[in-house]
């Protein structure tokens, strides 16, 4: 039987040393606001996952619903600004 033990380093590559680039940060920078946006709408899900959902809840969750969309709308829009057109 062979031993793998070199060859297990060129297998299992370790990704841990490498930091993200300027622009991946810069990209979850941009993003940030439609991911506050979701943690805050996971939030108010996660509260009504063992109760009856009252009319505050349901406010709650209206909300967070298009505090969601409006981010993600604002991102696309910025995008769309941003990207040249195509002819």
Sequence with gaps: M????ALQ???TADHSDHEPT?????AIED???VIAAEVELL?????TLDRPVTELDARR???ARRKVL???RALANRDGAISPEVA
């Design 22 to 26: 300027t622009a991946e940060l810069d």
């Design 43 to 47: 939030d108010a899900q996660i509260m």
């Design 70 to 72: 409006a981010a993600r």
């Design 31 to 33: 993003e940030m606001p």
């Design 9 to 11: 380093a060129l297998v």
């Design 61 to 63: 969750l209206r909300r």
């Design 2 to 5: 062979k031993h793998i033990g």
